[in-house]
């Protein structure tokens, strides 16, 4: 089993700046596409937000783009979701997990809580 762990997460206003980080041991060893999701009340759907794929390229869905941005650290197992102009609809917990590659893939971290308010 391999543990993803998300971190970063906060209150922020309107407009304001969160980074968050994925740490996803041995994802690029692994072969691992990187995915972030997010989900706005418990019971609610995951929705797509981002991805990395295995070689490093990242994707966005529309309701993101332009305002978060993507990159990875693959020394420190890393993949980092810079969101920026947040928006309340924003505000939902977020969660990476890792696809494709080999069995070290596969996994989901725990989620970090993002809330935009006044």
């Known amino acids: 089993v391999v543990q993803l762990v998300e971190s970063g997460g906060g209150l922020v206003q309107p407009g304001g700046s969160l980074r968050l980080s994925c740490t996803a041991p041995?994802?690029?060893?692994?072969?691992?596409?990187v995915h972030w999701y997010r989900r706005r009340a418990p019971g609610k759907e995951n929705e797509w937000v981002s991805a990395m794929s295995t070689r490093g390229i990242p994707r966005y869905a529309d309701s993101v783009k332009g305002r978060f941005t993507l990159s990875r650290d693959t020394r420190e197992d890393t993949v980092y979701l810079q969101m920026n102009d947040l928006e309340p609809g924003d505000t939902a917990m977020y969660s990476c997990?890792?696809?494709?590659?080999?069995?070290?893939?596969?996994?989901w971290g725990q989620g970090t809580q993002v809330t935009v308010s006044t």
């Open positions: 041995g994802f690029s060893a692994n072969g691992c596409a």
């Open positions: 997990v890792t696809t494709d590659g080999n069995s070290g893939c596969g996994y």
